[in-house]
């Protein structure tokens, strides 16, 4: 086997030439990863073709005992990069320059870079992927979307002789993990975010967490993939989960739902007048804001918000600091992927499955798909969007009010599926759940529905995913 | 974009130069690709970076009319692998010497292949992956295994720098059909068979779907992608589904489980006294019977049974021909992969994933990532392999039938879980189910029992899997 190895490969290394590795940051993922390449030398070694050696690890502060040998450490990141034995690059910084720089100062070098830098890639690929393309180096980042869970790969990959329609994602930990236990315990959301900082689920700052934009980048880095399109985080719709009470957890529960942090990506057809499950349109009204200006061309809508599921939905049982992302296509249906979102070593286990790709991609002159991004479709604003709604209104408890809340819902083209009344006197509520309805649409009734006199407010309003499953 | 690409390609073919395709075999997944090929035909130029085109179909009747032009199609697929236009192979054929001559013949003309063939696969994956070595051709085969579903590629590639445990599969959509109508109906496997047939879902010769040869082939392939390690189906422990009968649904039922086949892959740790779920051992018998003769060396398990699984387990919900995987790996924790495991479309989106890929490797200079089998861990004989066993006795209503019955099991080192008594006089049964113990005692005791007065018969015995997690 190793005689047929050194004769076939051609990207330069033998079989005894070893691969030289830097990994730039020592966080929890960071840590994983050096401990890995020390620990299962023999193994990489025998994967690779050639022995993986770490040539060094960039850190912020060098006086830290680190349970490695201490000439490992460098606070210099560019002359790391920089070093004539490192070929492989992993970048696990975070940030946005400083990463920025060092994984083009490596990438322009030649030297593959595995990256897990979710903001980075969300605002940059093309700018990376051209400098991979340019020196025929690798750019992986199998990490940066749902940790542990080959997703990345199997969009770049599997699904690249196939048409995605719809990628679907619980693709935050942390927010994952403050929904399911506030619809566990009854808890606020205050509290329970304090309790999930407490046990480690959360940040000390959890803003790019429970605000939406650590999952918006995610979820533009699978729409890119999925779509071969260029999706940045600007292009996507975002809203956070500061605003979720316990009443919308008790309201979900009511009508068969929890509520959940979705990413959504989703082709909206251009022609045949298809709605978003696939299904031909009935109501021209929904078809004309389905596609209204784009002629035959599929436009692309990602957004990530909270959304009500039915219980029965796969998501909805995926809980805690789990992740799952369900992808349809047009020929492989509906698949679904669940694991471990987040977390040292599940993430570390994706980092070196890249890092072995590459560094094999090294050893035997191969090389990693590139950049797939010629469909170039066009971003569908949200406001073109038809989602199914949750509405729940404090009305004055009298006659009339459904008559009055009713009428505001038709006036707007918006079509109910259920209300539900509940409680008396000041607590008195309405439940109002819409068949499909553009966000603009449902925008303009909440507006109208704030103005009538029997309305004392609109509490909250959520969208209500996955109910054509 | 077209620029970049012409710069950078190494493999020979430019942007204008076409890629051709062979296609062996037009059954189901045969006529889906060839639709794809010449629907799609844009999309997957665009992905691929040059044109695919289909030079020809092989095929046992020309005089059929399958909606392409008569041209394209043959019955010599040896004179079209050996055409000077054709790179890429796709052979859908199925059996075996024609099969593997074909998948010979192009990987030695440096042409590379996707086979869907679990089959030739399970028994031929070295001689053929050897094949593609010396010539640098790929050698693909996603769909071998659970449709569309990528699983190959995830272990090859995503797992390549873990060190996966376990792999624990519904691979055989037919007899997940059938299990899942007889768990559904309380119906018997005859009838439910009939009707699966009737369907569609089973074949008129139904022996290699219910006597678990399928799923045999597709668990050597798994296992020998998880572990590094050559496994051929005669490696597989195998059990098939045909003596399941409706008494077995309803015994397992009371127990709050259901019935599936399952692909179990599993590591056996050599030191440290592992038990097979990852904790270490609490008893000396058990740990003896893990690793009594190999020392420091993992060994392999790997078998294909009929087996009750706790309702609530992950795998219980995979209903009718759905597939669903589940990999444990050490960093990466239980990862799992979920949709159509069978089915012309299906199973062709994972052949033109394939396919891409190696087109894209011919146009970049690529390559796919070789066998890796260097571990090549020793393969644990049934006989030693403890898992948990419910066994069904019919008996004499009289007392002192439990006393001599757990008697049997005690005296053979089996330790019981739980025991049930069911009904009178002649209906009378109990329904043992055991804590871990190895096959060999197993089968000592359930000969002892047959051998008992008291005992009428043995009905059944089946294993209890999945109740650690």
Same mark, same amino acid.
């Given at each position: 086997?190793?005689?047929?190895?050194?004769?076939?490969?051609?990207? =330069?290394? =033998?079989?005894?030439?070893?691969? %030289?590795?830097?990994?730039?940051?020592? %966080?929890?993922?960071?840590?994983?990863?050096?401990?890995?390449?020390?620990?299962?030398?023999?193994?990489?070694?025998?994967?690779?073709?050639?022995?993986?050696?770490?040539?060094?690890?960039?850190?912020?502060? @060098?006086?830290?005992?680190?349970?490695?040998?201490?000439?490992?450490?460098?606070? +210099?990141?560019?002359?790391?990069?920089?070093?004539?034995?490192?070929?492989?690059?992993?970048?696990?910084?975070?940030?946005?320059?400083?990463?920025?720089?060092?994984?083009?100062?490596?990438?322009?070098?030649?030297?593959?870079?595995?990256?897990?830098?979710?903001?980075?890639?969300?605002?940059? @690929?093309?700018?990376?992927?051209?400098?991979?393309?340019?020196?025929?180096? +690798?750019?992986?980042? *199998?990490?940066?979307?749902? /940790?542990?869970?080959?997703?990345?790969?199997?969009?770049?990959?599997?699904?690249?002789?196939?048409?995605?329609?719809?990628?679907?994602?619980?693709?935050?930990? @942390?927010?994952?993990? &403050?929904?399911?236990?506030?619809?566990?315990?009854?808890?606020?959301?205050?509290?329970?975010?304090?309790?999930?900082?407490?046990?480690?689920?959360?940040?000390?700052?959890? $803003?790019?967490?429970?605000?939406?934009?650590?999952?918006?980048?995610?979820?533009?880095?699978? #729409?890119?993939?999925?779509?071969?399109?260029?999706?940045?985080?600007?292009?996507?719709?975002? *809203?956070?989960?500061?605003?979720? $009470?316990?009443?919308?957890?008790?309201?979900?529960?009511? &009508?068969?739902?929890?509520?959940?942090?979705?990413?959504?990506?989703?082709?909206?057809? /251009?022609?045949?007048?298809?709605?978003?499950?696939?299904?031909?349109?009935? @109501?021209?009204?929904?078809?004309?804001?389905?596609?209204?200006?784009?002629? =035959?061309?599929?436009?692309?809508?990602?957004?990530?918000?909270?959304?009500?599921?039915?219980?029965?939905?796969?998501?909805?049982?995926?809980?805690?600091?789990?992740?799952?992302?369900?992808?349809?296509?047009?020929?492989?249906?509906?698949?679904?992927?669940?694991?471990?979102?987040?977390? /040292?070593?599940?993430?570390?286990?994706?980092?070196?499955?890249?890092?072995?790709?590459?560094?094999?991609?090294?050893?035997?002159?191969?090389?990693?798909?590139?950049?797939?991004?010629?469909?170039?479709?066009?971003?569908?604003?949200?406001? +073109?969007?038809?989602?199914?709604?949750?509405?729940?209104?404090?009305?004055?408890?009298?006659?009339?009010?459904?008559?009055?809340?009713?009428?505001?819902?038709?006036?707007? %083209?918006?079509?109910?599926? $259920?209300?539900?009344?509940?409680?008396?006197?000041?607590?008195?509520?309405?439940?109002?759940?819409?068949?499909? #309805?553009?966000?603009? #649409?449902?925008?303009?009734?909440?507006?109208?529905? #704030?103005?009538?006199?029997?309305?004392?407010?609109?509490?909250?309003?959520?969208?209500?995913?996955?109910?054509?499953?």
């Amino acid at each position: 086997m190793t005689e047929a190895v050194n004769q076939a490969h051609t990207g =330069g290394f =033998g079989a005894e030439h070893p691969i %030289g590795v830097a990994v730039l940051g020592m %966080g929890n993922v960071g840590t994983e990863v050096v401990r890995i390449l020390l620990e299962h030398a023999d193994d990489l070694r025998a994967r690779v073709g050639a022995p993986l050696v770490l040539r060094g690890v960039a850190v912020r502060r @060098t006086d830290v005992d680190r349970g490695i040998p201490a000439e490992l450490l460098t606070t +210099d990141a560019e002359a790391l990069v920089a070093r004539s034995d490192v070929d492989l690059v992993v970048e696990l910084m975070g940030g946005m320059d400083t990463a920025r720089k060092a994984i083009l100062a490596a990438l322009h070098g030649g030297k593959s870079v595995v990256t897990a830098n979710k903001a980075l890639l969300a605002d940059y @690929t093309g700018e990376l992927a051209a400098a991979a393309e340019g020196s025929r180096a +690798d750019l992986y980042f *199998e990490a940066a979307v749902a /940790g542990a869970i080959p997703v990345v790969r199997p969009l770049i990959q599997s699904m690249s002789g196939d048409r995605v329609n719809r990628v679907v994602g619980i693709v935050n930990g @942390t927010t994952n993990f &403050v929904l399911s236990a506030m619809d566990e315990t009854g808890a606020d959301y205050a509290g329970t975010l304090a309790e999930a900082t407490r046990l480690g689920y959360a940040e000390a700052d959890p $803003t790019a967490d429970v605000e939406g934009y650590d999952a918006a980048a995610k979820a533009a880095i699978l #729409a890119s993939l999925a779509f071969h399109t260029r999706v940045t985080a600007a292009d996507v719709y975002r *809203e956070g989960i500061t605003e979720i $009470t316990a009443e919308d957890l008790e309201t979900a529960d009511a &009508v068969g739902c929890t509520v959940k942090l979705l990413a959504i990506c989703e082709r909206m057809p /251009g022609t045949d007048r298809l709605a978003l499950d696939g299904s031909v349109v009935e @109501t021209p009204s929904l078809a004309d804001v389905v596609a209204p200006q784009t002629g =035959g061309k599929d436009r692309v809508s990602v957004r990530v918000y909270p959304a009500l599921i039915p219980r029965r939905h796969p998501l909805a049982t995926v809980n805690g600091a789990f992740n799952a992302v369900v992808v349809e296509a047009e020929n492989a249906g509906r698949l679904m992927f669940y694991g471990q979102g987040a977390g /040292g070593a599940p993430t570390a286990s994706a980092v070196m499955g890249d890092l072995v790709m590459a560094a094999r991609n090294k050893f035997y002159g191969g090389r990693a798909p590139g950049e797939s991004v010629y469909a170039e479709l066009p971003i569908a604003p949200i406001g +073109d969007i038809p989602t199914r709604y949750h509405v729940n209104l404090r009305v004055a408890d009298r006659t009339g009010v459904l008559q009055a809340v009713s009428g505001k819902f038709a006036e707007h %083209g918006v079509s109910i599926s $259920t209300v539900r009344q509940e409680g008396y006197d000041e607590g008195a509520r309405l439940v109002v759940v819409t068949h499909h #309805a553009p966000e603009s #649409a449902l925008a303009a009734t909440v507006a109208a529905l #704030a103005e009538l006199d029997s309305v004392t407010s609109v509490t909250s309003v959520l969208r209500l995913e996955g109910t054509e499953e």
